[in-house]
């Protein structure tokens, strides 16, 4: 195995998903690899995740860089504009028919956004990080509360999430939709839902 790579390993497999941190959908470990063999300029990248207890902006857009090669879209740098992009194209309507694009989409195969991103960097550096004291007979571990994890219940550790899944602007449509909706429910008038159509 090449230096580059041994000295980046550590970093890639809490990156892309170990134990106690989440793996991409369906990008498993060896594609990360030969990502990482093609472009050595991501070794350093790797090789720095763990290194400390704080991450830098630099190293965040290296890796959000490294996550859009990782979906096949090595152009873009911002994985926000690539699910957006995704999305885009998914549900862009085919030739005349307004309702060709409603075939299903999971979600789950979407790269993460730069919030949910951060957050992933935060608990592959911790975790990193307790891995390069493997050597030391008292390693500094610190609380996993401050790196991409929240204490509850009788010390409970759970997984940080984004707090604002929604923009509130979108939010706010989308439960005035709902409440057009069930006003014209009410006035007796037929709703067409086309979500569940299961004509070809």
Request: net charge negative; with cysteine.
């Amino acid at each position: 195995m090449e230096t580059h790579i041994q000295e980046a390993i550590l970093g890639l497999h809490a990156f892309t998903g170990c134990d106690v941190t989440s793996a991409f959908v369906q990008k498993g470990k060896v594609r990360p690899l030969r990502i990482l063999q093609k472009h050595p300029e991501f070794s350093d990248t790797f090789k720095e995740l763990g290194t400390s207890e704080t991450i830098s902006a630099e190293l965040v857009n290296k890796l959000e860089k490294f996550v859009c090669h990782l979906y096949g879209k090595p152009a873009y740098s911002s994985t926000n504009k690539l699910r957006h992009d995704l999305v885009r194209l998914k549900y862009m309507a085919k030739g005349h028919s307004l309702l060709s694009c409603f075939d299903g989409f999971d979600i789950s195969l979407l790269p993460p956004c730069r919030d949910a991103l951060k957050l992933h960097i935060q608990r592959a550096n911790y975790q990193t990080f307790i891995w390069k004291q493997a050597h030391l007979a008292q390693p500094l571990v610190p609380d996993p509360q401050n790196h991409g994890w929240n204490r509850g219940y009788e010390g409970m550790l759970s997984v940080e999430w984004c707090k604002d899944l929604v923009p509130q602007q979108l939010a706010d449509v989308l439960t005035q939709s709902d409440t057009v909706k069930e006003d014209i429910s009410e006035s007796g008038q037929q709703i067409y839902d086309v979500s569940d159509d299961d004509d070809d």
